[in-house]
């Protein structure tokens, strides 16, 4: 990976050496039981399985046989498991929990979602939903490092053309709230926003504009818009473009370009212009990876504060990564 992500990577490292004091992993129990973290793990994925095999439970949580074998006899002397006979094979022993074992797992679940809860309610919903998709995101890829792509992958998010009901309001509320915390931009930027996107959406219908939407689930977590009716020559304008927070990165705001920039070559456009600011500098990487360059940068105010403005542009048919 290339050095600029050093401190990316040294970020990710830092706050899960921190999760995992936080959540107690250095301690000998966990979860306010008396077993270690590797038991408490045993009993929470032999309970949401039913039952399973202790090779099963060893591939699962990543030890060697023998110290699962080990793991394994404690819990059972302790009455937390039992060993079932496999409905095929008789020979083959399967693990389950006891009534016992069940009571703990209670116990461990309440725990866990209590303090989860806690650090839950000190973040706003945006931050929770980046929060849960972005952890999903990173197990499943530390899984795939050590075991190959799991069996199972989260739906993808999907990309949507057109208008739908409060693609405005969400459109808005993704660059308020982006822009505040890293331009320090207000309520002058919302209103322009929501404003402009008012404007647009009632040309939608022309077929030289177009407007895509990513979601996942029912939510929209991505946008870009090209206006090809208000620049001269025959010329493109390539807007808000936003993805929200915990999908950047994740290659969400490529699949969006690319579906915009594929439209502007299909309509014979002359060029497709997009105005930003300087110091977004992934956001720029993208752009010249899809054949913009920078025309003209310049003080301006046409987002509320002084900035130093910047104009892109790509002519049409522009070399780039958009296949």
Same mark, same amino acid.
């Not at 209590?114 to 998709?133: G, K, N, Y």
């Not at 320090?184 to 407007?211: C, I, M, S, W």
């Given at each position: 990976?290339?050095?600029?992500?050093?401190?990316?990577?040294?970020?990710?490292?830092?706050?899960? +050496?921190?999760? #995992?004091?936080?959540?107690? &992993?250095?301690?000998?129990?966990? /979860?306010?039981?008396?077993?270690?973290?590797?038991?408490?793990?045993?009993?929470? *994925?032999?309970?949401?399985?039913?039952?399973?095999?202790? /090779?099963?439970?060893?591939?699962?949580?990543?030890?060697?046989?023998?110290?699962?074998?080990?793991?394994?006899?404690?819990?059972?002397?302790?009455? *937390?498991?039992?060993? =079932?006979?496999?409905? *095929?094979?008789?020979?083959?022993?399967?693990?389950?929990? =006891?009534?016992?074992?069940?009571? !703990?797992?209670?116990?461990?679940? =309440?725990?866990?979602?209590?303090?989860?809860?806690?650090?839950?309610? %000190?973040?706003?919903?945006? *931050?929770?939903?980046?929060?849960?998709?972005?952890?999903?995101?990173?197990?499943?890829?530390?899984?795939?490092?050590?075991?190959?792509?799991?069996? %199972?992958?989260?739906?993808?998010? +999907?990309?949507? !053309?057109?208008?739908?009901?409060?693609?405005?309001?969400?459109?808005?509320?993704?660059?308020? %709230?982006?822009?505040?915390?890293?331009?320090?931009?207000?309520?002058?930027?919302?209103?322009?926003?929501?404003?402009?996107?008012?404007? &647009?959406?009632?040309?939608?219908?022309?077929? /030289?504009?177009?407007?895509?939407?990513?979601?996942?689930?029912?939510?929209?977590?991505?946008? #870009?818009?090209?206006?090809?009716?208000?620049?001269?020559?025959?010329?493109?304008?390539? +807007?808000? &473009?936003?993805?929200?927070?915990?999908?950047?990165? /994740?290659? #969400?705001?490529?699949?969006?370009?690319?579906?915009?920039?594929?439209?502007?070559? %299909?309509?014979? &456009? !002359?060029?497709?212009?997009?105005?930003?600011?300087?110091?977004?500098?992934?956001?720029?990487?993208?752009?010249?990876?899809?054949?913009? #360059?920078?025309?003209?940068?310049?003080?301006?105010?046409?987002?509320?504060?002084?900035?130093?403005?910047?104009?892109?542009?790509?002519?049409?048919?522009?070399?780039?990564?958009?296949?």
């Amino acid at each position: 990976m290339a050095d600029h992500n050093l401190p990316l990577i040294d970020g990710i490292r830092a706050a899960s +050496r921190q999760m #995992v004091r936080e959540l107690g &992993f250095m301690q000998s129990t966990l /979860a306010a039981t008396n077993y270690a973290p590797s038991a408490v793990h045993a009993i929470l *994925e032999i309970g949401a399985r039913g039952r399973m095999a202790a /090779a099963q439970l060893s591939e699962l949580l990543g030890l060697e046989k023998s110290s699962v074998s080990r793991m394994v006899r404690k819990l059972i002397n302790a009455g *937390e498991l039992k060993e =079932t006979a496999g409905a *095929e094979d008789r020979r083959v022993k399967l693990l389950a929990l =006891t009534a016992q074992g069940q009571h !703990t797992r209670a116990a461990i679940e =309440t725990f866990a979602r209590r303090r989860v809860s806690a650090a839950l309610d %000190r973040m706003q919903p945006a *931050e929770r939903r980046a929060v849960a998709r972005g952890l999903a995101i990173y197990a499943r890829s530390l899984t795939s490092h050590r075991q190959g792509p799991p069996e %199972r992958a989260v739906a993808p998010v +999907r990309i949507g !053309t057109g208008y739908q009901p409060a693609v405005i309001g969400r459109i808005v509320e993704m660059h308020a %709230r982006f822009y505040a915390r890293h331009a320090g931009f207000g309520r002058y930027f919302e209103g322009k926003v929501a404003g402009g996107l008012a404007e &647009f959406t009632a040309r939608l219908d022309h077929p /030289a504009n177009q407007l895509w939407t990513a979601v996942d689930g029912d939510r929209i977590v991505g946008s #870009v818009a090209i206006d090809g009716e208000d620049l001269a020559d025959r010329q493109a304008h390539l +807007r808000w &473009f936003i993805v929200d927070d915990g999908l950047r990165g /994740a290659g #969400v705001g490529r699949r969006l370009l690319r579906e915009a920039l594929a439209f502007c070559d %299909r309509r014979a &456009f !002359t060029a497709t212009q997009l105005w930003t600011f300087r110091g977004l500098d992934a956001a720029r990487r993208l752009y010249e990876s899809f054949g913009f #360059v920078l025309a003209e940068e310049f003080p301006g105010r046409q987002w509320g504060k002084e900035m130093v403005e910047q104009r892109f542009i790509r002519p049409c048919n522009a070399s780039g990564n958009i296949s």
